[in-house]
Structures are given as C-alpha cells and as structure tokens.
C-alpha cells in the first residue's frame, strides 16, 4: 500500500472494493508494463461493501437468464472457489436451501428453479419436506430448492489476496485518497483527490456507493441513481447455533431485487439472520443514525426514489418493523425455522449498506450495470452477487476498457 498517488498512470482504477481490486489486477495480467494504480478513499480496501457481506458464495439461482448476474454469477462462483483453493483461503461448499412454507409460494420456487437450472447452477434440485430434514433438520416447509454449490468465504480475506497478487506484479494501491471531481481532458482522465491530481490515459470506476456521482461526473447520465439500504442482522447464541447447518432462505419476493431475510452461517461459524433492507439517511450508514445530508437529499429528490416509495410502502413498513423489532424479525424467521424463539439470538453488530441503483421511473436496477464514457469505464451497480462474480466481472470490465477511447 502507498500514501501517495502518482501525478500520471496509465490505467486508474478509483475503488478499492473486491471488484475494484479483481479488475486491476486482471488488467495488471493483461498489460504488465502499464503503470496500474487503485485509489481507495478509506484507510484499507474492502472496507464498504466487500467487507460488511455475510460471505455468501451465490451459485446463480435467482438472475433472470441471459443477464450479466446470471452469467458473471455462475462462472465467478467456479472461479472464485479455484482461486480460494490456490491460494488457501477457507471456501466452504455448505450449500443452501431455499423453503416455501405457503402454497403461495410454489410458482416463485418453480421459476427459480427454472432460471436456476437455464443458468447452469451446479447439482440444483427440488427437495420434499422430508428430504428438507435431512438438509437442515430444524427446516421446515411444503417444498424447497437444494443448492449444494453454494458457499461462504470471507471477501475481506479474497480482496487482500488480489491485493497482494496485483502488488506482486507490480501495481500500486494508494489509501486514504478520495476522489472529488473528474473530467476527461484530451487524451486522458484528470482525477482530483485528496493527494492531488493524477493524470490516467484510461480509469475504471469501482466506486459502490459513489459510483453514480462520479459518472456523473466523468458526463454520463444521472440515470440510474445509487439509493443506499441497510441491511441489519441478529445472530444466534452460541449454544442455539446448531438450528442452523449452513444457508435457509425464504423464497423471495419476485418484484424486489433483495432475497428476504435468511439464516446464514458464516465463515467465522457465527450464525446470522438477516439483513433487513431499510432506506438510510447515508452511503456508508452501517449506524442506522448516521445521516450524511448531501446523501439524503439527493436520494429524497430523486424522482425514481420517490416512484419507488409509492410503489413498495407496505413492504418498507415491514422492513423498519423488522428494524425496531427483535420479535418482529425472529418471527419471520421462524416461519421456516420453527423451533426458533426470541431468547435464542442477540444483537449483531455486523450490518452492511447495499448501494442499489433505481432508476428514474422508480424501478430497483436487477442487473450489473456497466457503462462507459470518453476514456472510463463505470460500474454503477453492483451489489450482491458482485463479490461471488468479481473474477468474471473483472474480465468484462478488462474487455470493456480495452475497447474504450
């Protein structure tokens, strides 16, 4: 790591996240001599995003096929566990189900079981109640999807990895140095930070939360906005942990991109459940106080913010239910996990912000979004599963930058 960023690179990747660092270092393999550098704002990377997940390795069950997350996914999930494997890193294959517990619910888990299987999702099967039991004994529901290709790792400990593979070939990662304008100039990008400016004949933007505002920026559209939500979790007491094997998912609800509140262990054991999805006040409110005004401004005077509210009120008063409630939140829980009571779980301190891009019309963006403008390219959405399809998604933005001007 460095503290200082250079007057002049050839290629600047502005986001120290774990698709930030993937994209820099597959642009480091592809052109060795080029003088590569990754700005992160924070003191270390995988700070936002990458580093608040619940370290869930999706195995592409959910994304409509022919989509970017369905593609990128699937192969970055296979990736990502070759990687974990070179390197040493604890990838565990817990698997996951997913219960319908309603009649209701049947045709959502038909569908997903379709784009599942379109998808190309490893060993995917519809299970019985019975065979639910034998999975996760403490499960219950009409019918489930088993996935045993889905896993857990943790992305702080795979994004230092990448780090490291792209210092060793000689790239450079410079902290605590936060972008505050761009503009293309010529033929390059000038970035003012808060070391100074640094000239790049070329910059991929892998900003999270940010990542609209410096499109903006860089000329592109304002569509789509990034619209913070926070994700809080409980977790089981130690001595209660064992109601849960590894992953049980609700099925979800068709018209949001958020999966619904599940039971997860993670990569430390820890069993968590959550997140809630509720609109916070700031990009980075991991507090649910924490309120940044420019945030929230732009976020309330968004018109597809708006759209959105009028269209999804009934379940944003669930959600700051499930927020202020620990019995609220235990209950929807026990809807597929039973015998789970209030006096089993506690309050988590791990909490995350999906930065999720609405469109001007109101609609939550259900796709990777990968744009370009004169010498950048801009990643203005990736939220889960960006991480488990950062390898894949690192070779498409390589390819798009390559193709830029």
């Not at 503290?3 to 994209?23: K, S």
């Not at 409509?64 to 040493?88: Q, T």
């Not at 888990?109 to 299970?127: C, K, M, S, T």
């Not at 015998?339 to 001007?360: F, K, N, P, T, Y």
Request: charged letters at 25%; a neutral charge; glycine letters at 10%.
């Amino acid at each position: 790591m460095s503290p200082n960023a250079p007057p002049r690179c050839d290629i600047c990747v502005v986001g120290g996240g774990i698709v930030g660092v993937a994209a820099a270092r597959e642009l480091k393999r592809r052109h060795a001599g080029a003088e590569i550098v990754v700005l992160e704002r924070e003191g270390e990377p995988a700070v936002h995003q990458s580093g608040h997940s619940s370290g869930v390795i999706h195995a592409g069950i959910y994304y409509a096929p022919g989509s970017l997350k369905a593609r990128l996914c699937v192969e970055g999930a296979r990736r990502l566990y070759e990687y974990c494997a070179g390197r040493g890193i604890d990838a565990r294959r817990d698997g996951k189900v997913i219960v319908a517990t309603r009649e209701s619910e049947l045709p959502q888990l038909d569908e997903l079981e379709r784009r599942g299987l379109a998808n190309g999702v490893p060993g995917l099967r519809r299970i019985d109640p019975s065979e639910l039991r034998e999975v996760e004994p403490y499960a219950n529901g009409i019918a489930a999807l088993h996935s045993p290709a889905t896993g857990v790792v943790d992305y702080r400990a795979v994004t230092q990895a990448l780090a490291a593979d792209f210092e060793a070939a000689g790239g450079r990662i410079v902290t605590g140095c936060e972008i505050r304008s761009m503009a293309p100039a010529g033929a390059s990008v000038t970035l003012a930070h808060s070391g100074g400016r640094t000239e790049a004949a070329k910059v991929v933007l892998c900003a999270g939360p940010w990542a609209d505002r410096l499109a903006v920026a860089a000329g592109a559209d304002p569509d789509p906005r990034v619209v913070p939500f926070r994700g809080a979790y409980l977790r089981l007491r130690p001595e209660r942990a064992g109601l849960v094997r590894a992953n049980i998912y609700p099925v979800p609800d068709p018209d949001l991109p958020f999966l619904g509140m599940h039971l997860t262990r993670d990569p430390h054991g820890t069993v968590l459940l959550g997140p809630t999805a509720l609109f916070v006040g700031a990009r980075d409110a991991y507090r649910l106080r924490r309120v940044v005004p420019r945030d929230l401004a732009e976020s309330l005077l968004w018109p597809g913010t708006r759209k959105m509210m009028r269209r999804h009120w009934r379940t944003g008063v669930t959600e700051l239910r499930h927020a202020v409630s620990i019995d609220s939140f235990v209950a929807e829980c026990r809807r597929y996990v039973p015998e789970l009571r209030r006096e089993d779980v506690e309050r988590s301190s791990h909490s995350g912000v999906r930065a999720q891009a609405i469109a001007r019309d109101g609609s939550l963006i259900d796709d990777f979004v990968v744009s370009e403008t004169e010498h950048a390219v801009h990643v203005r959405n990736a939220p889960s599963p960006a991480a488990t399809s950062s390898l894949a998604l690192a070779e498409l933005i390589a390819d798009r930058l390559d193709a830029v001007s």
